[in-house]
């Protein structure tokens, strides 16, 4: 597989494209005046026990207090975990981890569990224990591993660490390299929390383009190309300090033309904004994203097919599947999902779409869960969150329809004229009434509705004129008494 990583770097924000193939899979923004906040530590300050939840909120010096369950306080089982009260009070100082951004109305998601991230290990003060990823399957390797680690055990100290799939073709002594800079970097935070006030950040993690050297350079990698020479410079001397082989993968790009321009990234973005997604055989996904969960449809559209309507929609379906894993990871949607696939009669046919669907979604850094196809043709699936989604970072909510999706017709914007007009002819002794509106309903009160409009006028003995306002929605309206 043919993977590319391009940045393009801005004063303002930077973005970063995961390329396979030379098709958009995953894209990263980060914005210097909206930087994400995942893995920074605070020292906080605890604002308000909620024994009833067993949770409490943390001030850590943003606009809303952050949440802390009791399981996110010290690696206790499920059986002996102990209530919120007995290890948290109002006004305690406790040191924090930032593990989802906040989103909408609700603060930053916390930890106590600290862990820090090197290229091949994740640190856990408060553990002593030595895990392997999920993502490396043999047994075999997770072992040979877990000893090549622990062979090195006063390095370790009492801290735990969990290996990390880029560790597959690490050497012990690059191994060792990343428990000394770890163990370093501890000792520098505990300094700063005993010293600092509650409310300051002790430690913020990597820039975007230096994360992306950390986190997503594997085998696959061929190249890494940045628009930006000061960027460049600061990766290259991130990628030496840690002998990352990947050095030599990353290119300088000095070309006129932007770089997601030539790539067709730009018009991938804007695509994938779009509810609808058109597949190459002619259906389309429509997908809808809400604040409970994500809803996609999946539709033939023009694909008629070749041979009969349940091969049709079975290949439809099974190119649905592929499109939508791609799709989960370009707009980064996470929570509960919810797939319509069309019904499919063979039995068969929904046991390989839903085959295809969780093998398109291997490729996935993000935790998901797939259930099985129902007989309505629906599948249930979650995908962990823990950004805001494409839509929220680049769009807002209409504030013409504040987030509906569809705004009142004009006919029934002029009914409701004609009602507001009747209340106010009753209410008060007017001599004129004016009705300011939108173009739209306007047009629509001079021309179709007209003689609606003189039999009111007639029926109240009120003379009732018509004034354009260009800065009202389709919706608003006044009726002034003259």
């Not at 995942?38 to 809303?64: D, H, Q, S």
């Not at 001397?237 to 990234?265: M, N, Q, T």
Request: a negative charge.
């Amino acid at each position: 597989m043919n993977k590319e990583i391009l940045i393009n770097v801005t004063p303002q924000e930077t973005r970063v494209a995961i390329l396979e193939n030379g098709i958009l899979q995953e894209m990263y923004i980060e914005r210097s005046r909206n930087k994400g906040l995942v893995g920074n530590i605070y020292k906080g300050r605890v604002c308000r026990v909620l024994p009833g939840m067993e949770a409490a909120f943390v001030e850590v010096g943003m606009e809303r207090a952050g949440f802390l369950h009791v399981s996110d306080i010290a690696p206790y089982d499920a059986l002996n975990k102990p209530p919120i009260a007995s290890l948290l009070s109002e006004g305690q100082d406790v040191l924090v981890q930032v593990i989802k951004d906040p989103m909408g109305t609700k603060g930053a998601r916390l930890t106590a569990n600290i862990t820090i991230p090197s290229r091949y290990l994740v640190f856990m003060p408060k553990s002593d224990n030595v895990g392997v990823s999920a993502r490396i399957e043999d047994e075999a390797e997770r072992e040979r591993l877990r000893d090549m680690l622990l062979m090195h055990k006063e390095q370790l100290g009492d801290a735990g660490y969990i290996i990390r799939t880029a560790a597959e073709t690490a050497t012990a002594e690059s191994m060792v390299q990343d428990v000394l800079f770890l163990n370093k970097l501890w000792r520098s935070i505990s300094e700063q929390a005993s010293t600092l006030e509650a409310g300051n950040v002790i430690h913020e993690d990597l820039s975007l383009p230096v994360r992306v050297l950390r986190d997503m350079i594997d085998d696959d990698i061929e190249k890494i190309r940045v628009d930006s020479r000061e960027t460049y410079s600061k990766m290259l001397r991130f990628a030496e300090k840690l002998s990352l082989e990947a050095r030599h993968k990353i290119e300088h790009y000095p070309g006129e033309r932007p770089i997601f321009d030539l790539y067709g990234v730009e018009d991938e973005i804007h695509r994938a904004l779009d509810r609808k997604t058109i597949l190459k055989s002619g259906g389309y996904l429509i997908i809808d994203q809400t604040e409970a969960m994500t809803t996609i449809d999946v539709n033939t559209g023009a694909f008629v097919g070749h041979r009969n309507l349940e091969e049709t929609i079975f290949k439809t379906n099974l190119e649905a599947a592929q499109a939508i894993a791609r799709q989960l990871r370009l707009r980064n949607l996470g929570g509960i999902i919810i797939i319509d696939f069309i019904d499919m009669v063979e039995e068969d046919h929904r046991a390989q779409v839903l085959r295809a669907l969780e093998k398109a979604l291997e490729k996935d850094h993000a935790r998901t869960q797939v259930c099985q196809v129902s007989s309505l043709g629906l599948v249930e699936m979650t995908r962990k969150r823990t950004r805001e989604s494409l839509e929220h970072v680049l769009c807002k909510t209409c504030p013409t329809c504040e987030g509906r999706g569809y705004v009142k017709s004009a006919e029934t914007v002029c009914y409701e004229v004609f009602r507001e007009i009747l209340r106010e002819a009753r209410q008060f002794d007017a001599k004129q009434l004016l009705v300011l509106a939108a173009q739209e309903v306007i047009d629509l009160l001079v021309d179709e509705e007209s003689n609606s409009l003189a039999e009111l006028e007639d029926f109240i003995g009120v003379p009732i004129k018509l004034q354009v306002e260009s800065l009202y929605t389709q919706e608003q309206f006044d009726v002034v008494i003259m």
